[in-house]
């Protein structure tokens, strides 16, 4: 029989299960090219909620994928790695999108992974690009080298203004009246 902690502990990640299926079906894709133009196709994590989800639970990542953090402003950023089943690159970018650091082989946790043993890692950026162990590395990133990559529109979009009225015409009689 399970004790009460054990049934919060479940229903805990439950609830952050269902997040990850509902965040998933909203998700924005865009594309990172590396130098070299390299593509990458990305998930965006844009509002903190999507913060905090990131890349747990996945236990694989695809080839030339990855998911690009973006936070409002360039800042000191700390990255938890809790939940998150497998090794990771963490390629930190100013606001200009050039590296600043490269964490590489950060390494993944387990559901059994004390807190205290979960990997964190540090950077300054407004962008965090988080990728497949390796891939850092295989493509050559380096400190100082530019990404490039577009983001959605966060302008509103414009306001619909209802057409005019159209003011009643004159009537134009263009007949002849005999008399």
């Given at each position: ?6 049934w ?15 965040w998933?079906?909203?998700h ?11 593509i ?5 994590a ?12 996945r236990t ?18 700390q ?5 998150t ?11 200009k ?14 559901p ?23 891939t ?16 959605p ?9 209802p057409?005019?009225?159209?003011s ?12």
């Open positions: 029989m399970m004790g009460n902690g054990k919060r502990w479940l229903a805990g990640i439950a609830m952050l299960m269902v997040s990850v299926f509902a998933s079906a909203q924005k894709l865009t594309k990172v090219i590396l130098p070299g133009n390299k990458l196709r990305v998930d965006l844009l509002t903190p909620q999507q913060h905090e989800v990131g890349l747990m639970f694989s990542l695809p080839k030339n994928y990855g998911m690009l953090f973006v936070f409002p402003t360039e800042q000191d950023l990255f938890w790695m809790k939940n089943w497998v090794d990771l690159d963490m390629v930190f970018l100013d606001n999108k050039k590296i600043t650091i490269i964490h590489r082989h950060v390494p993944r946790s387990y059994e992974t004390p807190d205290s043993m979960v990997a964190r890692r540090e950077g300054r950026g407004q962008y965090v690009l988080e990728l497949p162990a390796g850092a590395s295989h493509y050559d990133l380096k400190e100082g080298q530019q990404l490039t990559f577009a983001l529109s966060t302008k509103s979009p414009p306001k619909k203004v057409p005019k009225k159209a009643p015409k004159k009537r134009v009689d263009r007949h002849k009246r005999i008399s």
